[in-house]
């Protein structure tokens, strides 16, 4: 059971981990996609006179730069999608903690119960043994 407990932990850190990594991935993703897009149209005007990059690169111009770390976009999602298991995680195991504290609790309840009920059966006993010699003594004086 431990083994479980401590690879739910491990997979709940790495997960968090990853949370981190990749927002810190998303926030450089766009510093890079807007240095490149200013880099392409200082580029664009210093070779307008040539035909723009495109002309001067040839078949190999790349246009596109895709915006997968935009809201609701890929990264986006996924990063949704991670932070919900690791919360989903996080509550099994405050749960599971809780079931497990409260099984003892009410483990320990009843044994206290029946350490009570026990107590008194051995208190019984106990009066029974010492008043039964006291009895058979004044039914022997009685006789």
Known sequence: MIEVEVTRYELISFMNATTAMMQGIRVELRGLRLTALQNRL???????????????????????????DADGHIIEQAL?????????????????????????????TSVEHYFVLGMILLLIVGIILCMLPCLMMMVRQAI
Do not use: W
């Open 80 to 108: 949704k999608n991670i932070t919900e298991a690791s919360r989903r995680l996080g509550e099994r195991e405050t749960s599971a903690e809780q079931s497990f504290f409260e099984k003892i609790k009410s483990l320990f």
């Open 42 to 68: 200082v580029l664009d005007q210093l070779t307008a006179m040539q035909g723009g990059v495109c002309a001067v690169v040839g078949s190999t111009c790349c246009t596109y730069i895709p915006d997968n």
